[in-house]
């Protein structure tokens, strides 16, 4: 029986529930790391916060996401190996959206800061591991994820560090540290915007 060709659009409306549920519990779950700091120094209030994380997220995720939902997509389970039974994986990406959704609701409402990350590749990879066989699983590709799990907040951390000691070097040694730091600031965000622009550029190219 051709499940996919028989309950198509129902599969379709699922993904699309399951995939909403998702992204809600990513923005209930992940919004304080980009806005917490905003609200907590009253720059914003919590529900203009939710206003420009909503605009901005989104624009994020849409105009630079690409990568990751590859990545996703065929990057932890080849697809391929479902040839025969594409409704596995159709199955398995649908329980996998679910699960990771459910976590993030139940963490959200609990206040664990957990990481969304985390809970779709774990669950990609017990659905493949279960499902399908532990070898379908990309193990090479999940060590990679892992290990930028271990890398990258050493790194931010070390980024935040020294953005600290020449934003205080700057008002400590300067006795118009008002235009000093707004120098320094427009100086950041011109290299922000440029290191984005080459991201961009780097995945159309």
Known sequence: ????GSYGTLLLLLACA????????????DVANAMGT???ARAFTLKQAIVVAAIFEFTGAYLAGGEV???IRKGIVDPGLMSDTPELLVYGMLSALLAAGTWLYIASLNGWPVSTTHSIVGAIVGFAAVGISVDAVDWGQVGTIAASWVVSP???GSIAFALFISV????SRSGRSLYSGAALCAGLY???R???LYGHLDQGA
């Open 190 to 192: 011109v290299a922000g």
């Open 38 to 40: 905003s609200v907590g």
């Open 154 to 156: 050493l790194l931010a």
């Open 194 to 196: 440029l290191h984005d």
């Open 69 to 71: 939902t590859s990545t």
């Open 18 to 29: 399951f995939g909403l549920f998702m992204a809600w519990g990513i923005g209930a779950n």
């Open 168 to 171: 205080r070097i700057t008002h």
């Open 1 to 4: 029986m051709d499940v996919i």
